[in-house]
């Protein structure tokens, strides 16, 4: 598999740094519809940066990485299915409201088996994760398919993470404790 880097300026460089900014972008659009003041953003780093030095951040991760197609492409492929996710809730969230939202799915959380949700995400993740790893393992040394695996992967591991560190922050602040019902 070819992992080279690409010459900053080429035509190739400016087609991936495009289709970063277009796969960030989505996730940036994504996000905004959803939650505009970012209450319900699940990225503690992107939270803390919001709109204007997240937009910024974003940008040189762009620039930088459209020069190296491997990460490059993970990133697009994390990017894209993240803003799939986002848009999924995001007409609920943004008819509700954030902090409506957000007690509704508190209440929800309170009236569900723990254990039952976290099996719920955790099996959809490795769902998105396995077909990640059967293209990393049947990519023939084709960069494209092994890194589309990649970010599927990462974004299977991404959700898992900031889902759990979300639910447990509302779990704890609500003093649901273990698996069963409170």
Do not use: H
């Amino acid at each position: 598999m070819q992992e080279a880097f690409i010459a900053f300026g080429s035509p190739e460089y400016f087609l991936y740094l495009a289709l970063l900014l277009v796969g960030r972008a989505a996730d940036f659009l994504s996000t905004w519809i959803a939650t505009p003041n970012l209450v319900l953003e699940a990225n503690p780093i992107a939270r803390r940066l919001g709109w204007k030095w997240g937009g910024a951040v974003n940008g040189v991760v762009c620039l930088l990485f459209a020069c190296w197609p491997l990460p490059a492409i993970v990133i697009i492929t994390t990017s894209v299915l993240v803003a799939a996710r986002n848009f999924q809730s995001a007409w609920l969230m943004r008819s509700l409201g954030e902090a409506r939202y957000r007690t509704w799915i508190v209440e929800r959380l309170a009236e569900s088996s723990r254990l039952v949700f976290l099996v719920c995400m955790l099996a959809q993740s490795l769902l998105v994760a396995s077909v990640g790893v059967v293209l990393m393992l049947f990519s023939r040394d084709g960069l494209v398919p092994f890194a589309v695996g990649t970010g599927m992967v990462a974004y299977a591991f991404a959700v898992t993470i900031f889902t759990v560190l979300s639910v447990r922050r509302v779990w704890r602040a609500n003093g649901f404790n273990g698996l069963r019902r409170a």
